[in-house]
């Protein structure tokens, strides 16, 4: 069973700045992609940034110039530095990893996820 430790979250000022850690373990052989996703009160889950095991990353138009993703390979982590935030960023965040076990078997898993509240 592959666990995902989210961490970083909380309550900051319109403009102010978080960021957010996410740590895998378990029995696990290779991450391929980390993403991050948010999901704000009454609205759906959406994705805001992901990161490939080679670096290729992406971002939600909303976030783009923002905020920043990058992951430690060697100690299975993934970081979102979160800057001028907006009110609008509020919401739980969680973390989702996919790859494979040492079994062989392949893993998607999620976070518990990490409420950010931003302050207009």
């Known amino acids: 069973q592959v666990q995902l430790v989210e961490s970083g979250g909380g309550l900051v000022q319109e403009g102010g700045s978080l960021r957010l850690s996410c740590t895998a373990s378990?029995?696990?052989?290779?991450?391929?992609?980390m993403n991050w996703y948010r999901q704000a009160p009454g609205k759906q889950r959406e994705l805001v940034a992901g990161?490939?095991?080679?670096?290729?990353?992406n971002y939600a138009d909303s976030v783009k110039d923002r905020f920043t993703i990058s992951r430690d390979n060697a100690k299975n982590t993934m970081y979102l530095q979160m800057n001028s935030l907006k009110f609008e960023d509020t919401g739980v965040y969680y973390c989702n990893v996919d790859g494979s076990r040492s079994s062989g078997s392949r893993f998607d898993s999620w976070g518990q996820g990490t409420q950010v509240t931003v302050s207009s």
């Open positions: 378990g029995r696990i052989f290779r991450i391929n992609t």
């Open positions: 990161i490939t095991r080679d670096g290729s990353i």
